[in-house]
Nanobody, 125 residues
């Protein structure tokens, strides 16, 4: 029902900044809480950030990215963003966007209704 497509991932150097986008189609974007997750090779997917529906009043961040990453959404464009700064090699991984009616589901990563295909972020030292 809902199709999510991430973009913006690329190879960057430590200390650089990068903005990821997640474009949604096939549903009413404002009805969904949204989130970002990442997965490094050989590791489990981990929570990065979440933003509530419809206007993003509530946000949450993993401790590892707090103060460096900023999540936002533009409902007029059906798009969610993740602005990343002060990147380090530990930020390397595939970044996925997620959508669900429930903010709790997005924050926990459990029972998430929709996932994107992921975009690769690689941070060199």
């Amino acid at each position: 029902q809902v199709h999510l497509v991430e973009s913006g991932g690329r190879l960057v150097q430590a200390g650089d900044s990068l903005r990821l986008s997640c474009a949604a189609s096939g549903g009413e974007f404002g009805l969904y809480s949204m989130g970002w997750f990442r997965q490094a090779p050989g590791k489990e997917r981990e929570f990065i950030s979440a933003i509530s529906r419809p206007n993003g009043r509530t946000t949450d961040y993993a401790d590892s990215v707090k103060g460096r990453f900023l999540i936002s959404r533009d409902n007029s464009k059906n798009t969610m963003y993740l602005e990343m700064s002060s990147l380090n090699p530990e930020d390397t991984g595939i970044y996925y966007c997620a959508a669900d009616f429930s903010y709790g589901s997005v924050k926990s990563g459990n029972n998430v209704a929709y996932w994107g295909q992921g975009t690769q972020v690689t941070v060199s030292s």
